[in-house]
């Protein structure tokens, strides 16, 4: 059974860190690109950062640029989401998503993705 896990989130102050993981099972990871996404309430579902198949390639939304960090560690099935200097309105459930689509780059368009995790939540307040 194909499968993406998300964990990592949490309530955290303004300015602090989170490390958002992305684990696979039922298929290897390093036969996809990964887009990391996030939807918070009443809003649509926004792409956030990709990183290609062999992690030549990365891409970040405008608005984390500078903040957020993406790796991947093929041979542990897993992406990373290094998330800092959080801001309130990162506050959102951030959701990965796995697509064959590219081999050596990667794009925010949900729908080019196959699957998807569950997601987990991201609270930044004070």
């Known amino acids: 059974q194909v499968q993406l896990v998300e964990s990592g989130g949490g309530l955290v102050q303004p300015g602090g860190s989170l490390r958002l993981s992305c684990a696979a099972s039922g298929f290897t990871l390093d036969a996809y690109a990964i887009g990391w996404f996030r939807q918070a309430p009443g809003k649509e579902r926004e792409g956030v950062s990709c990183?290609?198949?062999?992690?030549?390639?990365?891409y970040f939304q405008d608005s984390v640029q500078g903040r957020f960090t993406i790796s991947r560690d093929n041979a542990n099935n897993t992406v990373y989401l290094q998330i800092n200097n959080l801001k309130p309105e990162d506050t959102a459930t951030y959701y990965c998503a796995a697509s064959r689509r590219w081999l050596t780059l990667c794009q925010l368009y949900p729908r080019k993705y196959e699957a998807w995790g569950q997601g987990t939540q991201v609270t930044v307040s004070s």
């Open positions: 990183i290609s198949r062999s992690a030549g390639s990365t």
